[in-house]
Structures are given as structure tokens and as C-alpha cells.
């Protein structure tokens, strides 16, 4: 009905934190590689901005995917009050009660899998810094 709104909630959020995460970042490790006529950048670290543009990303994906479905469903309508389980009380208590079980359990199972995309790319990370580049 409405478990939608919890991750676009979180989404709000982690936006507005990514905006501000990245306006206090300063620099970035790149470091820049050429071998013969060609150029490479090979950045060092991934900035902790655009790890939280990841989650943002998978937030809102899953969130409008979401809100299609409501809307496909007839959950959703283009009218007061837009949700069908608002205009009677009975089923707004059960729209509560979807978003708080199912809705947080969607945005904790969505940043859990970011969690482990971020314990990958640490381990990427850890394992191309200690390659050295071959000299020739």
C-alpha cells in the first residue's frame, strides 16, 4: 500500500547527506599512468560521496520501481488523499503497519546490500594498493 514511502524517505536523506559529504571533500587519490602513448587513470580510493550515491541510487531504483507497482495496482490514485488505504480508517491502520514491517525491512535489506558492495570495494581497494606497477 504505502511500503514504498520508507525508502524514499532514506533516499531524501542519504541525498541530501551525499550533497554534503561531497561539497567537503576536497580531493580525490588519482593518480595518473601512461605507458607508451597511452594515458590511464587509476584513482586509489573511491570517494565516501559516491559510495553514498550508490545507496541513493539503489533507494530510489527500488523505490520508483515500487511506487509503479502501487500505482499499477491501483494503490496509488492521481487524487486526494493518492493513497487508497488513507480514506478509510480501518485500512490506513494497515497501511501503518505494512510500512513499519515491510517498508523498513526493505530500506534495511537494501542498505545491508550496500553494506556489502562497500566491504567489496574496501577489499578491491586493499588488494590494488598493494599492487605495484610493473616497471619497464
Known sequence: MACFLIPTV?????????KVMESKEV????AKVQKDSESL??????????????LRNLLWGGSALLAFEHVWHGE???WFPFLTAAADPADAAE?????ATIGVTMAVLVTAVWGVMLAV????????????????
Open 27 to 30: 580531493s580525490r587519490d588519482i
Open 95 to 99: 497501511m501503518l503497519h505494512e510500512m
Open 76 to 78: 496509488v490514485v492521481p
Open 41 to 54: 587513470e587509476v584513482a586509489g580510493k573511491v570517494p565516501f560521496s559516491r559510495k553514498l550515491k550508490w
Open 10 to 18: 532514506e533516499a531524501i536523506a542519504v541525498t541530501a547527506l551525499a
Open 121 to 136: 570495494s574496501s577489499s578491491v581497494e586493499k588488494r590494488a594498493s598493494k599492487v605495484q606497477p610493473a616497471e619497464n
